[in-house]
């Protein structure tokens, strides 16, 4: 079964595959409900008192963003954080010392929640998510059943370990939940720092100045999204069919093309490509804006409500920034939207 976390990221990306009865991997590990003993968490006060902004937390290994509309909880015994979602789901973040007793033993267990199997520990291979302004990497897993029953839970994680500690980012909830979120799970993941890292500061949200313009098509309707996007859309089909756009700047390269495809090829349950050469891989054009890389997907399977889905991307790199745009959602009305949303992407200009 193959498996993207995330999180690439994402980035998320090389898509980590391992034959398993029921289970593709992304990549996930330890998290915040540890079940054997583990050393103490990092004090859960320490990221509050070095708030610089709404979801900024700053431990002293790690700074972190979480987007301003996650509500932040009590960490409780063994996290440094936690936080509500507003659609659902929950994200946790703690620290263990050491490797936290290990990469395998940690998605074995995490498995052994959801009901999976356990796997060999030469299988247990994580996606990398290269952090920024660092040589360290995280690494990402997706534990989510194939074809999941309608309240079958999941787990998206990050797990970036460190020279002395570990620390996990978990994201858990019901598997449909965690489908349509996993971008947003990656734009939090991305905004990890190494502290004292020449960019140590959280990642900033369109809000803190990062200003696009682009010039959505007669049919799509703007709409709020998430924090972290310049720019949402949503688009409404026949028989209650619908896609969203959303047009997201990260900071610094976040992971090459053949990453972040893998990785949304990977939310399609599409097998990862091997090579930047493959031709499914996509197409470089100019714009005003700069270069931009196109690609599409569609599932080959039902994967959302029954149906199938479709994915167009593009990835435009400018300096110390890297825009994703994105129009995911029903198949025939993505596929029927895609001259537009290439279009759309041409459209970009910056003030």
Same mark, same amino acid.
């Given at each position: 079964?193959?498996? $993207?976390?995330?999180?690439?990221?994402?980035?998320?990306?090389?898509?980590?595959?391992?034959?398993?009865?029921?289970?593709?991997?992304?990549?996930?590990?330890?998290?915040?409900?540890?079940?054997?003993?583990?050393?103490?968490?990092?004090?859960?006060?320490?990221?509050?008192?070095?708030?610089?902004?709404?979801?900024?937390?700053?431990?002293?290994?790690?700074?972190?963003?979480?987007?301003?509309?996650?509500?932040?909880?009590?960490?409780?015994? $063994?996290?440094?954080?936690?936080?509500?979602?507003?659609?659902?789901?929950?994200?946790?973040?703690?620290?263990?010392?050491?490797?936290?007793?290990?990469?395998?033993?940690?998605?074995?267990?995490?498995?052994?929640?959801?009901? $999976?199997?356990?796997?060999?520990?030469?299988?247990?291979?994580?996606?990398?998510?290269?952090?920024?302004?660092?040589?360290?990497?995280?690494?990402?897993?997706?534990?989510?059943?194939?074809?999941?029953?309608?309240?079958?839970?999941?787990?998206?994680?990050?797990?970036?370990?460190?020279?002395?500690?570990?620390?996990?980012?978990?994201?858990?909830?019901?598997?449909?939940?965690?489908?349509?979120?996993?971008?947003?799970?990656?734009?939090?993941?991305?905004?990890?720092?190494?502290?004292?890292?020449?960019?140590?500061?959280?990642?900033?949200?369109?809000?803190?100045?990062?200003?696009?313009?682009?010039?959505?098509?007669?049919?799509?309707?703007?709409?709020?999204?998430?924090?972290?996007?310049?720019?949402?859309?949503?688009?409404?089909?026949?028989?209650?069919?619908?896609?969203?756009?959303?047009?997201?700047?990260?900071?610094?390269?976040?992971?090459?093309?053949?990453?972040?495809?893998?990785?949304?090829?990977?939310?399609?349950?599409?097998?990862?490509?091997?090579?930047?050469?493959?031709?499914?891989?996509?197409?470089?054009?100019?714009?005003?804006?700069?270069?931009?890389?196109?690609?599409?997907?569609?599932?080959?399977?039902?994967?959302?409500?029954?149906?199938?889905?479709?994915?167009?991307?593009?990835?435009?790199?400018?300096?110390?920034?890297?825009?994703?745009?994105?129009?995911?959602?029903?198949?025939?009305?993505?596929?029927?939207?895609?001259?537009?949303?290439?279009? $759309?992407?041409?459209?970009?200009?910056?003030?």
């Amino acid at each position: 079964m193959r498996r $993207f976390l995330l999180l690439a990221p994402l980035s998320f990306c090389l898509i980590c595959s391992c034959k398993d009865d029921e289970i593709r991997t992304y990549k996930v590990a330890s998290d915040s409900t540890a079940e054997s003993p583990a050393p103490p968490a990092a004090d859960p006060a320490d990221a509050a008192s070095k708030q610089e902004a709404p979801g900024a937390a700053q431990t002293d290994s790690i700074v972190w963003q979480a987007p301003k509309d996650w509500k932040q909880e009590a960490a409780g015994q $063994f996290l440094t954080a936690a936080y509500a979602l507003p659609g659902g789901g929950r994200v946790t973040v703690s620290k263990l010392g050491g490797d936290g007793g290990g990469l395998a033993a940690n998605v074995n267990r995490w498995r052994g929640q959801l009901g $999976f199997k356990p796997l060999d520990d030469k299988d247990v291979v994580g996606q990398p998510l290269k952090i920024t302004d660092s040589d360290e990497e995280m690494l990402l897993f997706n534990l989510t059943s194939e074809n999941p029953p309608a309240d079958a839970q999941g787990i998206l994680a990050g797990v970036l370990p460190l020279k002395t500690e570990s620390w996990y980012f978990k994201f858990s909830g019901p598997v449909d939940l965690l489908r349509k979120s996993e971008d947003l799970f990656m734009e939090f993941l991305r905004s990890v720092r190494i502290a004292g890292s020449r960019k140590s500061a959280p990642a900033t949200t369109p809000s803190g100045g990062k200003k696009i313009h682009v010039t959505a098509p007669d049919g799509w309707t703007a709409s709020e999204g998430s924090s972290m996007r310049a720019a949402s859309y949503g688009i409404a089909g026949p028989d209650g069919t619908s896609a969203d756009v959303s047009v997201i700047p990260l900071p610094g390269d976040s992971g090459s093309v053949l990453d972040n495809v893998n990785r949304w090829r990977a939310q399609l349950q599409l097998a990862p490509l091997a090579s930047a050469d493959d031709p499914a891989l996509g197409k470089k054009e100019q714009c005003p804006a700069g270069e931009i890389f196109i690609s599409h997907m569609t599932s080959t399977e039902p994967v959302t409500d029954g149906k199938k889905a479709a994915i167009g991307t593009a990835i435009l790199k400018r300096p110390d920034m890297t825009w994703f745009f994105k129009i995911t959602g029903e198949a025939t009305l993505v596929q029927a939207n895609l001259e537009k949303f290439e279009t $759309f992407v041409r459209s970009t200009t910056f003030p």
